[in-house]
């Protein structure tokens, strides 16, 4: 069996081709999906980069593994401790390492561990291959190192080969003259002037309109076509075209790849998987070129699984986390994949379990079906916890990484999916219905708590004062806010956060 995981960073489903974007994105996705079965509602159960890739790897929620953040305690995995083996648990029980188990070569070309120090996601790969810019690369860096990989593995019948591609992450880096939607008009113009007016004023924090990429708006020469601030509706145009121009360019490379499949003659029966590690807002929610909240845009990701007798050209709705692929990868592999079993304490051996849970029947059938509702996270930028369920998105907001955000709100998605009206006035029910079934969540998982730590990681982060991402830039950012007119939102930081202006790091 051979099964190429195609891993494109910050990819938003609703820019590319197949789930109905009106430019020509994704041409070589496009044409897997057609191949394939398309998913319509799958999202990361942890957002952004570092957990998210803990919660597919391990087939765990964050809540489980400890890692929800990108710095401090919760930047690592919990450690297993007494229950802990010659070999850790994604030595012997992640997915590369149940690729491998299968029989296969498992391989990632990806420099995600040396940017975010994640050498446990190493564990279960046989081979890896660090392009060596910590997520600086282009795409023209990584596809010269899997063709590579195919042309000097051609022979082998078995493997597991993942590569990881960054173009529409920030900084955007598309070579000079790859301008393909300069002349283009914006498919779905949302943003007004009215509205981006209002942004400035009222929505602070990195990444807000002000400052683009970060807390200063300072240019970087190294990435001149990365936009430092949105003053007008041209500006976001330019932003829009930059990051379907990183979309782009990552699939023109993926068809190098797929190029090199059909010359050796495998591809139709190569598995194909395509996903990303979360979405990226674009002026949604006050924010620009990130994925700094548990809100719809950030955690709803695209999936497109190309397996050997899928139900080809199918879509299937309902609800999948990305800890499900795991789970659903052992079930499609069957008897392949040998029983695993976890040693535990007093030397009773017990069956290792995930939070997962398969959906291998609708990539063979492709049918719908699905969870009844999701809980998703966010703990890098902002600490926020949201229920997706029916049409609508909860958003639970414990610190909002200084953008002033309400400590509720809801959206109806499917009406409303760029989140410009929030409802939790309007429908007290329906957040009274989220809250509850997120209590529930919280409390079924701490219960169940595999690693046995008595408080929730969520609430360790605020202890150790906010998000990584915002820490320590309060005091200095309330001054910066006062220069640029802003000073309302400086007054209202400084009263939410007066102990965080005190604790400078």
Not at 299 to 317: D, E, F, N, Q, Y
Request: hydrophobic share 35%; glycine share 10%; charged share 25%.
């Amino acid at each position: 069996m051979r099964i190429l995981y195609v891993d494109i960073d910050t990819m938003r489903p609703d820019h590319l081709g197949c789930y109905g974007y009106g430019r020509n994105t994704s041409p070589n996705i496009d044409a897997v999906a057609a191949e394939g079965v398309r998913f319509e509602d799958y999202y990361c159960s942890d957002a952004p980069c570092l957990p998210s890739r803990a919660a597919m790897m391990t087939g765990r929620f964050g809540i489980h593994t400890g890692c929800i953040g990108h710095g401090g305690v919760n930047a690592e995995m919990c450690h297993e401790g007494r229950e802990r083996g010659m070999a850790d648990f994604n030595g012997r029980y992640n997915l590369p390492a149940v690729m491998r188990r299968a029989g296969m070569k498992t391989v990632t070309i990806s420099s995600f561990p040396d940017r975010h120090g994640a050498w446990w996601f190493l564990g279960g790969f046989d081979e890896s291959y660090n392009i060596g810019k910590r997520g600086l690369e282009s795409a023209d860096e990584v596809s010269p190192v899997a063709l590579d990989w195919l042309k000097r593995n051609k022979d082998r019948s078995d493997w597991f080969l993942h590569v990881h591609m960054w173009d529409p992450h920030i900084p955007y880096r598309a070579p000079d003259g790859f301008d393909p939607f300069a002349d283009e008009e914006l498919p779905d113009p949302w943003l007004t002037e009215e509205l981006l007016s209002w942004q400035r004023a009222n929505k602070p924090g990195s990444h807000s309109a002000y400052e683009v990429t970060g807390y200063t708006g300072v240019p970087e020469p190294a990435f001149p076509r990365q936009p430092v601030q949105v003053n007008c509706v041209d500006d976001f145009r330019n932003i829009i075209n930059q990051y379907d121009a990183g979309i782009l360019y990552a699939d023109t490379h993926l068809g190098k790849i797929l190029d090199e499949l059909r010359r050796q003659g495998i591809y139709d029966d190569t598995a194909i998987i395509i996903s990303s590690d979360h979405g990226e807002d674009l002026g949604e929610m006050g924010t620009y070129c990130e994925h700094g909240e548990a809100d719809y845009i950030t955690t709803h990701i695209p999936l497109i699984v190309k397996w050997p007798g899928c139900a080809a050209g199918s879509v299937s709705s309902g609800f999948h986390y990305n800890v499900d692929l795991l789970p659903t990868l052992m079930e499609l592999l069957g008897d392949k994949v040998q029983p695993v079993r976890l040693v535990r304490v007093a030397g009773k051996l017990n069956p290792v379990t995930y939070d997962g849970v398969s959906f291998a029947e609708h990539i063979l059938t492709g049918t719908s079906g699905g969870r009844d509702h999701l809980v998703v996270s966010q703990c890098a930028h902002v600490c926020q916890r949201s229920v997706r369920f029916e049409d609508w998105i909860y958003i639970r907001t414990y610190h909002d990484g200084y953008h002033l955000t309400e400590d509720e709100e809801l959206f109806n998605v499917a009406e409303d999916p760029h989140q410009l009206h929030d409802l939790a006035h309007e429908y007290p029910e329906l957040c009274w219905k989220g809250a509850w079934m997120l209590e529930r969540w919280v409390a079924d998982n701490m219960r169940s708590n595999i690693q046995h730590t008595c408080v929730d990681p969520l609430w360790s982060v605020i202890h150790e004062g906010g998000p990584y991402h915002c820490r320590g830039y309060l005091y200095d950012y309330c001054q910066r806010l006062e220069e640029t007119g802003r000073g309302d939102c400086a007054e209202a930081l400084r009263k939410k956060y007066p102990r965080e202006l005190e604790e400078r790091y």
